[in-house]
């Protein structure tokens, strides 16, 4: 059950935008797809949806194989069990909300009072349940990214497919729809996939999120995994922000950096140059002066940014110059420390 | 006078007659299968609606034949009949149109049907050509001028006035390669000992319009005051009250005749019969003139309603002037003198 | 990034039913192209017509290098380049003002524009004749010395013209300048453009293919027009080669293997242009209409409104009001009087209508050939639309030049190219053989007009639906087509009125049972007889103009 995929490829002219990739998706789980633009996510998503013909592997869809390229079986979009929710959202202009969200269940043949009923809840289901008789062009953005979950949502299929659905909406929007998605997900219990490039949609949403790049998976994991665990400076920064310090890795979870302060770290590395990679939320700031030891860093607060709950400093020390989240308030120009725990430094290969 | 010396005097009389009863009796028969067939395929190059109210008038006569009419211009009714006819796909019964030599190849290709119609004898021969050839009326051209710009004394009267520089810019004809009676006109005018017209013409302003129609709708308006016309179009004007004169020039008058003849092969061949014949009688001869306005070429018919008849003219038709070789010749040196492939 | 073809999914065949279908287009227009084509191919190397003794030769070729026919092709091209730019200029400000602006007389205006589309370009230019040859009506009444007008010249051709195109123009225009959405010029506003520099930056820019589209639609009007110069350009000694190749087929001696040659030579030129055209668009096209906020905030006009009914007015006077009122008054004299308290008042003309049967005849015949026949003309073309600019199967490119082919023919040589291979055909002499000539003909105007619109259809929209379940067909009738409306209406009323005013490839293979409206009324007007010419064609424009009402208020249900 679920999403099966091995050995995908896609080409277009020359270039391999897929490249022989696998993963399987759990049913009911969510799974993103999260990598910057031109990584094949978003081909990848769509040659699920069979709007794109790969050029090799095999794809299931809840069992069924819907693609492989050994037996040269395809099967159309229009017949694998699929919701798809666009970028653009897709919202056809000539048509009610109402026709919009029916669509799917009169392509099937479904009776009249049957498409009124499952409808109606899927508009409830998304927030506009007074909807119903609106014209499409009448919505606002917000309720137009609605109407297309509904539309995906109202015949129940196997899998849900989302590209980029938020990309379009304001902030606050953003952060309200974001809850509501992962809300209905998890009634639903539908297995999704989930393309973005906003690492926070996809911390906050995924099951699991798995990290492309240049058609390629970089890595495959929960989010607390990736967060805390990348496997590379890319997914580093894919996955949160992050701060790099040079350094030379001398013993297994032992590096100094130029300036001769000391990193212990709880992974263990291959000795010789690497990048430290510490969260910026990692880094415990103080004014006081600390005990010369191990994982402390000194330091002068350059920069503050205020960000309603917290401050963002960025603090320059012979290593580099972090950025630092704290809810203490510190002036810019203050002297200040910098410690980390052992646990919360990875070295990763330079 | 002894019987027998009667009876011998009467017989050519009596042969003539019988010939003559036999005849009609042919005839007869050949209305009958007209009527018959009840059907017409007309093909013809009579401006509208002229030519509908000249069949309106044999219908008068023959009520029992409908009449379908596919009205064209000379040219263009020559290009259609030569593409339809050797594909036989051609479904005219009867065709009218200008004289143009491609005519005779077609007799002579035995496209065209030979027959006597019994109204053929009383025309002049030279109208009867191969009895394939049926030669019912001319079209002649003259000189018109604006009434109400240009004086009674000052029309022109001659072809030689219508080069006069007083008329710069305002004089207007069809060209030479629109029409065959304008090449039979400038033919004329060679004859007439004129040289380099062309270029006279193009140095003094001259005007081309579609058909003497538009040169006469020019005239009206004022657009010309002076203007080399054939009839109908002109004579229709004045018919309705225009402000346009014609003066036809004593020294020629340059006029192109009209055959009319029956395919050789037809879909009714009966029906086409009878309407040429018909064209060819005294009623349907007045009737055309009537309509068209040009005078029709049965002796005996009275002169046209508003225009002088041939009868003291100098006319000179095209087929005793042009060919072919001088056609070209002709529309050549227009084209070239006024810039056109 | 999923552009290079259209998605994916349609490199497979998409099934057997659009793969047959695709395939019958492609054979329906291949018979319908290729054969008068391929007649005028075999004519350009004879030396004289079908059926008269000919030759093989290279003559005529060879003459299309002659100076004569050079200078008239410059004639051409600079009279129609003239009349292209500003014709688009026209119609682009008129559709804009009616769609994207509160100007407040759109009704009337694009009631003005229908209407003057019926007109065909013998009739507004016999109304210009009136109006401004040297002893027109403004000459007469204005009496000014140095302000004389000629409108037998280069510049009054490209006025006439001008007047006649620009509701081409329009109606092509009018599809992509309503369904642009809204949000693309605001985010100009937004960005502190003002009105003309949005215009100019961003809407004319989005509109790169329809407006590119529109200007080659216009050239090559301009350049098959046949009657408005033979009415004006001949007495002023003005030539173009619509003109010579009448000259060259309808005149004896006729020489129509050059009028082949020509023709053919006019087409390749332009079929050039249209693969060019094509080729630039595809760079550019984006689409304007996605499925998020379509939606058109009408811009306000403000000060500039007087200015905007001025010019209206103007456009609306002298294209349509002007030359009805000469028609009216032609229709009602026997003959032309400058001064209407002198003229011979009459209601013959109308009355002659009525008295042949031939013209009874053609009003059915006008019917059947230009309504019934507009139908398959916009169901062809909105097929070869989709297949040549969405799904794009193999052989596309052949299918789309083969549809673009007709558009550089003139009018007289593809009526010359269907009486010589249909006269062999038994539906020779029948409606059907207009309605093919005309299908073909104008075949053009309905893949431009459907394809416009189509390039504009987002993707997605398509997407969604097969997404949601529908197959290509169920998609292509509840989503496209619907969406397409806008264009299906104004490709209807483009392939009727094209139809209606035909008369040169109709003048070579009409018979008496098939004659057209437009043949009867260019018959009585080329023989001068301007005042039945003008009665029928009052009628004709009242009958057709409450049909095609009728018609654009009937809602699109497939």
Not at chain 2, 131 to 160: C, G, H, M, N, Y
Not at chain 2, 199 to 226: T, Y
Not at chain 3, 241 to 270: D, H, Q
Not at chain 3, 525 to 544: C, D, K, P, Q, Y
């Amino acid at each position: 059950m679920g999403i099966f995929v091995k050995g995908l490829v896609k080409r277009y002219g020359g270039k391999t935008v897929v490249d022989h990739i696998d993963f399987e998706i759990a049913d009911g789980e969510l799974v993103s797809l999260l990598g910057p633009s031109g990584c094949g996510k978003t081909t990848t998503l769509r040659c699920i949806a069979g709007l794109e013909t790969p050029d090799g592997g095999r794809i299931e869809i809840d069992g069924e194989v819907v693609f492989d390229s050994a037996s040269g079986r395809v099967v159309e979009p229009y017949h694998r069990n699929i919701g798809m929710v666009f970028q653009s959202y897709a919202i056809w202009p000539h048509m009610t909300v109402f026709e919009n969200v029916a669509f799917p269940l009169r392509v099937r043949g479904a009776k009249a009072a049957d498409i009124t009923s499952r409808v109606s809840r899927a508009l409830q289901r998304v927030g506009l349940g007074a909807f119903h008789d609106r014209s499409s062009q009448q919505l606002s953005g917000g309720q137009q990214q609605r109407v297309a979950v509904a539309r995906a949502i109202v015949h129940e299929p196997a899998v849900l497919l989302f590209d980029e659905p938020l990309s379009n909406l304001d902030a606050r929007l953003r952060d309200e729809t974001r809850a509501e998605i992962r809300q209905l997900q998890h009634d639903l219990k539908v297995s999704t996939i989930y393309v973005t490039h906003d690492q926070t949609e996809a911390l906050s949403l995924s099951d699991r999120i798995l990290v492309m790049h240049d058609g390629l998976i970089r890595q495959l994991g929960t989010p607390e995994a990736i967060y805390a665990r990348p496997n590379d400076v890319f997914v580093a920064e894919v996955v949160g922000t992050a701060n790099f310090f040079n350094v030379i890795v001398t013993t297994d979870g032992h590096a100094v950096t130029p300036g001769g302060a000391t990193f212990h770290s709880s992974c263990l590395s291959p000795a010789g140059p690497a990048r430290a990679m510490i969260r910026p939320d990692r880094l415990i700031i103080s004014a006081t002066v600390p005990a010369p030891g191990p994982n402390t860093l000194q330091g002068i607060i350059r920069q503050r940014l205020f960000m309603g709950g917290h401050y963002e400093y960025v603090v320059e020390t012979e290593a580099g110059s972090p950025r630092v989240l704290s809810s203490d308030e510190f002036a810019e120009q203050t002297p200040v420390v910098l410690s980390f725990d052992a646990g919360d430094c990875i070295f990763l290969p330079a | 006078m002894p019987l027998a010396r009667r009876a011998l005097l009467a017989t050519p009389f009596i042969a003539a007659a019988s010939r003559a009863i036999a005849q009609s009796t042919d005839w007869d028969k050949v209305v009958d299968t007209a009527n018959k067939q009840g059907h017409l395929n007309l093909t013809h190059n009579i401006p509208p609606p002229l030519g509908d109210q000249w069949v309106a008038e044999f219908n008068k006569e023959f009520p029992k034949i409908a009449v379908e009419a596919t009205r064209l211009g000379s040219s263009e009714l020559m290009q259609r009949f030569n593409t339809e006819y050797p594909s036989g796909a051609s479904q005219t019964d009867a065709c009218l149109t200008l004289w143009d030599d491609t005519l005779l190849t077609w007799a002579s290709n035995g496209w065209v049907k030979t027959w006597k119609p019994p109204e053929a004898a009383a025309f002049d021969p030279k109208y009867v050509i191969h009895d394939q050839l049926f030669v019912i009326q001319v079209i002649r051209s003259s000189l018109a001028s604006s009434k109400t710009k240009v004086k009674e004394t000052e029309a022109p009267k001659e072809w030689t006035d219508f080069f006069n520089p007083k008329w710069k810019d305002k004089i207007g004809m069809d060209p030479p390669w629109r029409s065959v009676a304008v090449q039979q006109m400038l033919a004329v005018w060679h004859e007439q000992g004129m040289r380099d017209v062309a270029q006279r013409l193009k140095e003094n302003g001259v005007r081309f319009f579609n058909g003497s129609a538009g040169v006469v709708q020019a005239l009206i308006r004022g657009d010309i005051w002076v203007g080399a016309v054939i009839e109908p179009p002109v004579v229709n004007a004045m018919g309705d009250g225009a402000p346009v004169r014609v003066y036809y020039p004593a020294s020629a008058v340059p006029a192109i005749g009209t055959p009319a003849f029956v395919p050789a092969k037809s879909p009714n061949p009966e029906a086409g019969m009878v309407f040429l014949n018909w064209s060819m009688s005294v009623k349907g001869q007045q009737a055309l003139q009537d309509v068209m306005g040009s005078p029709v070429t049965r002796p005996g018919i009275g002169d046209p309603k508003l225009v002088p008849g041939i009868a003291h003219q100098k006319v000179i038709l095209s087929t005793e002037l042009l060919n072919p070789e001088k056609q070209k010749a002709i529309v050549d040196e227009w084209r070239q003198v006024f810039g056109l492939q | 990034m999923s552009g290079a073809r259209s998605s994916a999914f349609s490199d497979r065949s998409g099934g057997w039913l659009i793969n047959a279908i695709f395939v019958a287009t492609f054979l329906i227009t291949a018979f319908l192209i290729v054969t008068p084509l391929a007649a005028l191919l075999h004519g350009s190397f004879q030396t004289g017509s079908p059926g008269t003794k000919t030759v093989f030769t290279f003559k005529n070729w060879a003459d299309l290098g002659s100076g004569n026919i050079i200078h008239t092709l410059l004639t051409t091209c600079f009279i129609s380049i003239v009349t292209a730019v500003f014709s688009t200029l026209g119609g682009a400000g008129l559709t804009w003002l009616v769609y994207r602006s509160d100007f407040r007389f759109k009704r009337s205006l694009v009631a003005a524009v229908g209407l003057s589309f019926f007109f065909p370009g013998f009739i507004l230019a016999m109304a210009w004749v009136i109006l401004a040859s040297p002893g027109g009506i403004f000459n007469d009444l204005l009496d000014i010395e140095w302000l004389q007008f000629d409108i037998y010249s280069i510049t009054g051709i490209i006025w006439i013209q001008i007047l006649h195109i620009i509701p081409f123009a329009f109606f092509t225009l009018r599809g992509p300048m309503i369904s642009m959405d809204s949000s693309l010029e605001e985010a100009g506003y937004a960005s502190g453009a003002n009105p003309w520099a949005v215009i100019r930056r961003v809407t004319l820019p989005l509109m790169i293919f329809p407006l590119l589209s529109s200007l080659l639609l216009c050239f090559v009007l301009s350049v098959e027009q046949f009657a408005i110069p033979a009415m004006v350009g001949i007495p002023g000694h003005v030539n173009t080669l619509a003109t010579e190749l009448y000259l060259l087929t309808s005149f004896s001696p006729p020489n129509t293997g050059l009028a082949a040659a020509v023709g053919l030579a006019m087409s390749a030129v332009t079929g050039l242009s249209i693969f060019l055209q094509r080729q630039i668009v595809r760079r550019h096209s984006a689409p304007t209409v996605t499925g998020r906020g379509y939606r058109v905030r009408p811009l306000t006009l403000g000060r500039w409104r007087f200015l905007a009914d001025a010019i209206c007015l103007f456009y609306v006077a002298m294209s349509f009001i002007i030359p009805a009122l000469a028609l009216i008054y032609t229709s009602g004299i026997k003959f032309f009087v400058a001064n209407p308290f002198e003229a011979a008042w009459t209601w013959r003309n109308y009355g002659q209508i009525w008295q042949s049967p031939g013209t009874i005849r053609s009003f059915w015949n006008t019917l059947v050939v230009a309504g019934g026949g507009a139908v398959l003309g916009l169901t062809l073309g909105t097929l070869i639309a989709w297949f040549t600019h969405r799904l794009k199967p193999r052989g596309y490119q052949a299918l789309d030049a083969l549809a673009s082919l007709p558009f550089g023919i003139p009018g007289i040589v593809i009526g010359l190219g269907f009486l010589w291979s249909y006269v062999y055909l038994p539906i020779y002499g029948t409606l059907l053989v207009l309605v093919f000539c005309y299908v073909a003909r104008f075949l053009p105007y309905a893949t431009e007009t459907i394809g416009a619109q189509v390039v504009q259809l987002d993707k997605s929209l398509e997407e969604a639906a097969w997404a949601s379940g529908a197959n290509r067909l169920a998609s292509f009738r509840r989503i496209i087509l619907p969406l397409l409306r806008p264009a299906l209406q104004s490709g209807y009323f483009l392939l009727f009125i094209a139809y209606f005013r035909e008369v040169a490839a109709a003048a070579l293979i009409y018979t008496a049972s098939t004659q057209v409206l437009s043949i009867s009324i260019w018959a009585f007007f080329e023989n001068a007889n301007w005042g039945v010419a003008s009665a029928l064609s009052i009628v004709t424009t009242v009958i057709t103009v409450t049909l095609m009402a009728t018609v654009m208020r009937a809602p699109l249900k497939v």
